[in-house]
């Protein structure tokens, strides 16, 4: 009968953590990436849709991983957000 080798002193694995600006935690280990609109009208146009999310804080910004618009809870104010949209069109 073989015996289990027990390895003290090992660290433990670096749990994955992305950027949470362009990913969404779906359950506790696994994330998907948010859902990309080309234009600032895109994300604006489907918070519009969904009001109750605007009241929730959501709003629409530019990713820097992938230079697309996202809508989730970000904290930018808007003059960051203003310099971004020049910078960007």
């Not at 948010?34 to 146009?45: I, L, Q």
Request: overall charge positive; some cysteine.
């Amino acid at each position: 009968m073989r015996m289990k080798k027990t390895y003290y002193r090992k660290t433990p694995p670096k749990k994955f953590e992305p950027d949470k600006c362009h990913w969404t935690r779906t359950d506790k280990n696994r994330w998907k990436s948010k859902v990309t609109y080309e234009t600032e009208d895109d994300a604006e146009e489907w918070l519009k849709q969904h009001p109750k999310l605007i009241q929730q804080g959501m709003v629409s910004y530019v990713c820097p991983i992938c230079n697309k618009w996202h809508c989730g809870h970000n904290t930018i104010d808007k003059d960051t957000k203003q310099l971004l949209k020049n910078n960007f069109n």
